[in-house]
T-cell receptor
Framework: DTAVSQTPKYLVTQMGNDKSIKCEQN?????MYWYKQDSKKFLKIMFS???????INETVPNRFSPKSPDKAHLNLHINSLELGDSAVYFC???????????FGPGTRLLVL | GQSLEQPSEVTAVEGAIVQINCTYQ??????LSWYQQHDGGAPTFLSY????GLEETGRFSSFLSRSDSYGYLLLQELQMKDSASYFC???????????FGAGTRLAVHP
């Protein structure tokens, strides 16, 4: 029944490591997103895909690489993790217009 | 640049009414959304205004004035479970881009 799911829920890792976060939605939406929420709860869009095509690519270090194998999945790979990458990463999906976005439960990333 | 302003904190008592204001300055504006986020949880959609005026959804209402670049979320008959952060977000430009405000933390007291 879960609409938007993410794995893992928690991720604790060392600086310099590479990690991936996976996201899946069963809402039939064509558009998916990655957001970063920092410790002050500021929520900022990172990427958006529409039907497997990258359509929003904000100013994000190129250590972050999204991949959409199909329109129900959007993964985020992060290379050479840094302390400043510690945050909660949310995946979301939406119908075409985007004003109503459905968020996953978040992945809490802590880089030590 | 693009900016959204909303109060950082609001406190109210159970049963009261509270209004959370949001002013925005963005390039390309399609509408204003509101999201609720409980501590440790995910943002959940509350309301959207694409046109000027009031939208009502149960105890929650949202208002938009495009000419004033201003909107608000009105929460009535406050309950303890309404204690959460509330974010206004502008649907800006093309491609479904939501730009979020910094959030307003609402504390509801007995």
């Amino acid at each position: 029944d879960t609409a938007v799911s993410q794995t893992p829920k928690y991720l604790v890792t060392q600086m310099g490591n590479d990690k991936s976060i996976k996201c899946e939605q069963n809402l039939g939406h064509d558009t998916m997103y990655w957001y970063k929420q920092d410790s002050k709860k500021f929520l900022k869009i990172m990427f958006s895909y529409n039907n497997k095509e990258l359509i929003i690519n904000e100013t994000v270090p190129n250590r972050f690489s999204p991949k959409s194998p199909d329109k129900a999945h959007l993964n985020l790979h992060i290379n050479s993790l840094e302390l400043g990458d510690s945050a909660v990463y949310f995946c979301a999906s939406s119908p075409p217009r985007g004003e109503t976005q459905y968020f996953g439960p978040g992945t809490r990333l802590l880089v030590l | 640049g693009q900016s959204l302003e909303q109060p950082s904190e609001v406190t109210a008592v159970e049963g009261a009414i509270v209004q959370i204001n949001c002013t925005y300055q963005t390039s390309g504006f399609y509408g204003l959304s509101w999201y609720q986020q409980h501590d440790g949880g995910a943002p959940t959609f509350l309301s959207y205004n694409g046109l000027d005026g009031l939208e009502e959804t149960g105890r929650f209402s949202s208002f938009l004035s495009r000419s004033d670049s201003y909107g608000y979320l009105l929460l009535q008959e406050l309950q303890m479970k309404d204690s959460a952060s509330y974010f206004c977000a502008v649907l800006s430009g093309g491609y479904n881009k939501l730009i979020f405000g910094a959030g307003t933390r609402l504390a509801v007291h007995p």
